[in-house]
């Protein structure tokens, strides 16, 4: 079974990126345009990997990975942030909350799946 | 990333950053009137953001790296070092404007500064703090090499780093983003090592940075692992020898480094490690990938991305027998581009002018526009939905015809046609909502036109110091796709000349006992099956006697005819080419170009427009378009034996009349109907048809509201009200004025559409060639 990651960014552009990278290397990825949403989304189903960027509308990514740490079956599902060279406040901010990893934008294709790859692997 | 989808990418973001720069704008204009208001600060902030950050993940680098400077200046603003002060929105509506131009350049490699990029640039910089300065002044003038530092990093992670799930090779990965590095990697403890435990890192790296960026941008990459590492960062004076060192030599170095890394993971692959074989050579395409990217070398860039294609492919599990050979032709075709000058070296690019990079820049953008169109995902599940059940109806049709075939003995025939007609009737009506909802699709709301105009109200009030509101209602009515990409212009025209000529001074305004603050009202809403948009403002109003005598001293009308004209055919002066009631030639209008547009724009569109005004309080516009150009409905009408159909959107009403009060003003045949007076077109004269003998008592006349002004139109008779597909003419016929297409009528004929818009200025045209001399507007 194809595993299946929750890609969460206001952008359309990002999500697209990553969707398009992902499922070309056989993951299954399901979109959500903001943290309210990948939550309601991650409650309603699972997911091996949520992508997540930081500084959304309604949600932020922060605040998304500390409502997802507190359900039981996300405790441990990796959470990869998706940041932004000025946001390095943020990373800590993300790593406190329970962060697996990062990947900072804009990044290459190979170097997500690059990530991807590892972080489902571990 | 194959070619395809970078190309998709970047029209995503193109349609992305063109609504983010909407959001934006609108957003800018409510924080100048609320300057403290957070929630409007992080709305700007975020879109900035997301510009920059998805801009360059889609390859707009300058895009990405431009917004970069206007999100610094926010970033002040959301921290409350800095306030939004009008002249600083200026400067970022004015951002707005270069990302825009920027977008349409696209992923170029040229970094020739726009003129409106420097001057963006400049009038950021006072409010950017002292750190951001240099680079701003570094992006704008290209002095690069002055900012940049060189650090020495000391890298080594803790043994049991790879626990934590991070990958040391990736934090290297992410410093060259930062600029150009040496990396020399110690061996000593894995040589060491005994015995060896391959889940442990046995190796230390030392880096050499050059980079442009700030300390702390260096010290984030390690951020995340702090704690699994021990990381020292030193800032260095670059050594002579490390300058004297070539660009080039260090890129030659670090591919060479990486070919050879290719070479010994295909023999760990031959060898039958084949796992470990792919691992090496993904990372190895990897650092040949950045190598040549942060050389700006985009040949070998994409052949090396080849090479990663194919190892990644193989990693997936597609097994191909033949992918050693394969996969040793990319690595050879990349060395051959790595060995190949770049383009840069070679082509030597001329300075651009500002023109040329003007055109270069709309270019793309145009073409997106005219070749896709964005669908709400409601309507496209509606029109699927439809589009199966069609299909399960069509599907029940030939099992019919099968049990026609086989039991047509048995069964009564008459309930069988019933059944048919069932089937056929329910294939129509889902035919119909088919058509409906493709229909739909094409429809969009003017919020798409509308949301343009704050931002040039605005302008407009600050450069004329004035005070003006634009209020905006209806915006989601919803027009054809066509009728919206065409009303901009005639609609920025208006709104426009409204707020420059129609608002008066703000002590011309309080002198008349008028509120200091100008009110525009610009409006939209459905009537029947068409759309009005109304442009209202509270303004001076519009001079009935001044146009017609200025008309008169232009030379465009006679005497006679401006004595002949009522209120609202003077007021139509206006959209006459080449009039203008200001003497004074301003920056924004009153050049006499411009009105005229709006005439012919909205005539193209077979719409109607009507001008009403009274001086001192105000004048109004009001346009009326068909909302869809697909179906509209039409008046079939008999003409000398032939069929015709008359655009229902231009009649005002049907009338039959007695053929005896027709009268003629000097040779022009006039009617009244119901106390008004209309000129007088025969349609069959029109259409050069031959004019049979009327031996009718009584005329069937349409009143026809042409922007020119409304006339008559006799037709032989009515044949009632059709809907019709209009499609324009190809060919010779696309020449012909007096028709705007041909119609598609139900049983599969073609009628032609008469351009009742244009008919009657048409004829008048003529005659004036015919007469040599000018012909009152008709009245």
Redesign the interface.
């Given at each position: 079974m194809a595993k299946k990651i929750l890609a969460v960014d206001?952008?359309?552009?990002?999500r697209?990126?990553i969707k398009?990278?992902l499922s070309r290397?056989?993951y299954e990825v399901v979109e959500a345009e903001d943290g309210a949403k990948a939550l309601q989304k991650a409650s309603a189903g699972t997911f091996d990997l949520v992508l997540s960027d930081i500084?959304?509308?309604v949600m932020s990514g922060i605040e998304l990975l500390r409502k997802l740490r507190a359900l039981p079956q996300y405790r441990f599902t990796?959470v990869v942030l998706v940041t932004?060279?000025?946001q390095?406040e943020k990373?800590?901010e993300g790593?406190t909350a329970g962060a697996?990893?990062?990947i900072?934008?804009?990044?290459?294709?190979?170097?997500l799946?690059?990530?991807v790859t590892?972080?489902l692997r571990? | 990333m194959e070619l395809g989808d970078l190309e998709q990418l970047q029209a995503g973001f193109r349609h992305e950053a063109e609504d983010l720069l909407t959001d934006l704008g609108a957003a800018l204009l409510l924080l100048e009137l609320d300057p403290h208001n957070a929630e409007v600060v992080n709305r700007v902030f975020r879109a900035m953001h997301t510009l920059k950050g998805s801009g360059a993940s889609a390859g707009f680098r300058r895009l990405a790296n431009f917004v970069h400077h206007v999100e610094e200046v926010f970033n002040r603003i959301r921290n409350k070092k800095l306030q939004a002060t009008p002249e600083l929105i200026d400067a970022t509506l004015k951002a707005c404007d270069c990302c825009a131009l920027l977008l349409g350049l696209g992923s170029t490699d040229d970094d020739t500064p726009l003129p409106l990029e420097t001057e963006v640039l400049a009038a950021l910089r006072p409010f950017l703090p002292e750190m951001d300065k240099a680079t701003g002044k570094a992006q704008a003038a290209t002095v690069a090499a002055s900012v940049a530092a060189r650090y020495k990093i000391g890298f080594r992670p803790n043994r049991e780093i790879f626990f934590s799930g991070t990958d040391p090779a990736s934090l290297l990965l992410e410093l060259t983003d930062l600029g150009e590095m040496e990396i020399h990697c110690d061996t000593a403890d894995l040589l060491a090592a005994d015995p060896f435990d391959p889940e442990q890192c046995y190796l230390r790296w030392e880096v050499f940075l050059d980079t442009k960026q700030a300390e702390q941008a260096v010290r984030a990459v390690f951020q995340f692992v702090e704690d699994d590492c021990d990381v020292s960062i030193e800032h260095e004076e670059p050594a002579a020898s490390a300058r004297a060192e070539s660009k080039a030599a260090r890129f030659r170095g670090a591919t060479q480094q990486a070919f050879s890394a290719l070479g010994f993971a295909l023999e760990q692959f031959q060898s039958g490690d084949e796992n470990l074989g792919l691992a090496t050579a993904h990372r190895a395409a990897q650092t040949l990938i950045s190598a040549c990217k942060a050389h700006g070398h985009s040949g070998a860039t994409i052949a090396a991305r080849k090479v990663l294609e194919a190892v990644l492919a193989q990693q997936v599990g597609t097994l191909d027998g033949g992918w050693l050979t394969k996969v040793k032709l990319l690595i050879e075709a990349a060395r051959l581009a790595v060995d190949s000058p770049t383009v840069a070296e070679i082509v030597t690019s001329p300075p651009r002018g500002t023109a040329v990079a003007a055109e270069i820049s709309t270019a793309p953008e145009a073409a997106t526009a005219a070749a896709s169109i964005r669908v709400d995902s409601v309507k496209l599940d509606a029109l699927m939905r439809l589009a199966g059940e069609l299909l399960v109806a069509r599907g029940a049709l030939p099992a019919f015809a099968d049990r026609v075939e086989h039991i047509a003995g048995e069964e009564s025939s008459k309930s069988m046609a019933k059944e048919m007609r069932d089937a056929g009737a329910k294939v129509s009506r889902l035919a119909d909502d088919l058509q409906a909802t493709v229909m739909s699709i094409r429809m969009m709301p003017v919020r798409q036109v509308f949301q343009r105009f704050p931002r040039l109200v605005r302008d407009i009030a600050r450069n004329l110091d004035k005070n003006i509101e634009l209020h905006v209602s209806g915006e989601e009515t919803e027009l054809d796709k066509t009728v919206i990409d065409a009303i901009g212009d005639p609609l920025t025209h208006i709104i426009r000349n409204a707020a420059d000529h129609g608002i008066e001074s703000k002590a011309d305004r309080v002198e008349k006992g008028k509120s200091a603050i100008g009110r525009i009202d610009l409006s939209a809403y459905t009537r029947g099956s068409n759309v009005v948009i109304e442009v209202k403002d509270d303004g001076k109003g519009l001079d009935a006697e001044k146009l017609k005598r200025r008309a008169v001293e232009k030379g465009l009308l006679t005497e006679a005819a401006v004595a002949a004209m009522d209120e609202e055919a003077a007021f139509k002066i206006i959209l006459v080419a080449g009039f203008s009631t200001v003497d004074k030639v301003t920056d924004l209008s009153g050049r006499g170009v411009g009105m005229d547009v709006v005439r012919n724009s909205v005539e193209a569109l077979h719409g109607a427009i009507r001008i009403q005004s009274e001086i001192g309080k105000g004048t109004s516009f009001r346009i009326e378009l068909p909302a869809s150009m697909l179906v509209s409905k039409g008046i079939r009408v008999a003409v000398s034996g032939h069929e015709v159909v008359l655009p229902i959107s231009t009649i005002r009403e049907m009338v039959k009349i007695p053929k005896s009060v027709v009268r003629s003003v000097q040779g022009q045949p006039i009617a009244p109907v119901r106390g008004t007076v209309f000129p007088l077109l025969w349609l069959a004269h029109a259409l050069s048809f031959e004019r049979m003998e009327e031996r009718r008592a009584e005329l069937a006349v349409a009143i026809i509201d042409a922007a020119s002004g409304p006339y008559g139109l006799v037709v032989d008779h009515f044949l009632g009200e059709v809907e019709v597909v209009v499609k324009p003419l190809n060919g010779v016929l696309a020449k012909v004025p007096e028709y705007v297409g041909a119609a598609i009528m139900g049983d599969g004929k073609t009628v032609l559409v008469v351009n009742t818009e244009r008919l009657f200025a048409l004829q008048r045209s003529l005659l004036t060639a015919h007469n040599d001399r000018l012909v009152a507007l008709p009245g």
């Open positions: 206001d952008s359309s552009t990002m697209q990126l398009m990278t290397a056989g500084n959304m509308p990796p932004t060279e000025s390095s990373k800590q790593k697996t990893g990062w900072v934008k804009p990044f290459e294709p190979e170097q799946l690059a990530v590892k972080v571990s | -």
